[in-house]
């Protein structure tokens, strides 16, 4: 007797698994690339696996939302799954590109622009010296964003 | 061929980036984002707390001072992998860093 009473509402609040793990996938994925997979060219320039992890995400939370009768809580759980995902993928395909033009900069065979800059140490460092340099064969020359 | 890296950071925040990773090669420091306009680089508000910094891009310069090998990406994360650079100066006959 007692166990029916008790069991009845508890099977109808049960845990929805698919549901919440799928949400907790779509940051796992987000998470795993901003601090892993970020590292290396394959799975930075194109962030598949986030994509990947983001159907298996995808996938189960309509399992989840299938399953349960609580239709609208379910949506929800869903719609910010959906959102945050649409949101990295808009950073990823989008926002990443928003890049201004650059048709100023020195092609193969124009003259480089000489200029003196400080390096770590506070000294003046002057690009014509550098690549005139005994010994020297030349400079790669690396702009970065900086900061990390 | 020296690798020369540039970017808006301070030379403190350059050099606790060169202790960190171990690199032996100058990190200059563009603060006020000259060198970055004369090479038309600039990404206006770009950076942190709309900061303006340096798009990414690499540039292979000889003895001469003249630009033999250029590479502008149309996405930030996207850029010149090591081996990539190291291939364009072997083809271009660069020496490899020391």
């Given at each position: 007797?007692?166990?029916?009473?008790?069991?009845?509402?508890?099977?109808?609040?049960?845990?929805?698994?698919?549901?919440?793990?799928?949400?907790?996938?779509?940051?796992?994925?987000?998470?795993?690339?901003?601090?892993?997979?970020?590292?290396?060219?394959?799975?930075?320039?194109?962030?598949?696996?986030?994509?990947?992890?983001?159907?298996?995400?995808?996938?189960?939370?309509?399992?989840?939302?299938?399953?349960?009768?609580?239709?609208?809580?379910?949506?929800?759980?869903?719609?910010?799954?959906?959102?945050?995902?649409?949101?990295?993928?808009?950073?990823?395909?989008?926002?990443?590109?928003?890049?201004?033009?650059?048709?100023?900069?020195?092609?193969?065979?124009?003259?480089?622009?000489?200029?003196?800059?400080?390096?770590?140490?506070?000294?003046?460092?002057?690009?014509?010296?550098?690549?005139?340099?005994?010994?020297?064969?030349?400079?790669?020359?690396i702009?970065?964003?900086?900061?990390? | 061929?020296?690798?020369?890296?540039?970017?808006?950071?301070?030379?403190?925040?350059?050099?606790?980036?060169?202790?960190?990773?171990?690199?032996?090669?100058?990190?200059?420091?563009?603060?006020?984002?000259?060198?970055?306009?004369?090479?038309?680089?600039?990404?206006?508000?770009?950076?942190?707390?709309?900061?303006?910094?340096?798009?990414?891009a690499e540039f292979?310069?000889?003895?001469?001072?003249?630009?033999?090998?250029?590479n502008?990406?149309?996405?930030?994360?996207?850029?010149a992998?090591?081996?990539?650079?190291?291939?364009?100066?072997?083809?271009?006959?660069?020496?490899?860093?020391?």
């Amino acid at each position: 007797m007692m166990d029916c009473r008790y069991d009845r509402p508890a099977m109808a609040r049960r845990f929805n698994t698919p549901l919440w793990s799928g949400l907790v996938l779509v940051f796992i994925a987000i998470f795993s690339y901003l601090f892993l997979f970020v590292r290396w060219p394959m799975t930075r320039d194109v962030p598949w696996t986030a994509f990947v992890l983001f159907v298996v995400a995808l996938a189960l939370m309509v399992i989840g939302f299938r399953r349960t009768e609580r239709k609208v809580f379910a949506s929800i759980v869903m719609t910010i799954g959906i959102g945050v995902m649409a949101f990295f993928t808009f950073g990823m395909l989008v926002i990443s590109k928003l890049l201004p033009a650059s048709q100023g900069s020195p092609a193969a065979g124009a003259k480089a622009p000489d200029f003196t800059l400080p390096d770590t140490n506070h000294h003046n460092v002057t690009l014509s010296q550098l690549v005139a340099m005994p010994g020297s064969n030349g400079v790669l020359l690396i702009f970065y964003r900086g900061y990390w | 061929m020296t690798p020369v890296a540039i970017s808006v950071d301070t030379p403190e925040e350059s050099r606790d980036l060169s202790t960190k990773a171990g690199y032996t090669f100058p990190i200059l420091s563009d603060r006020n984002t000259d060198v970055i306009r004369k090479y038309d680089l600039l990404h206006k508000g770009g950076g942190m707390q709309g900061r303006d910094i340096s798009r990414p891009a690499e540039f292979l310069v000889d003895r001469s001072g003249t630009v033999r090998w250029r590479n502008l990406t149309e996405d930030i994360r996207v850029r010149a992998t090591p081996e990539k650079m190291l291939e364009q100066a072997r083809t271009l006959r660069f020496q490899a860093p020391n």
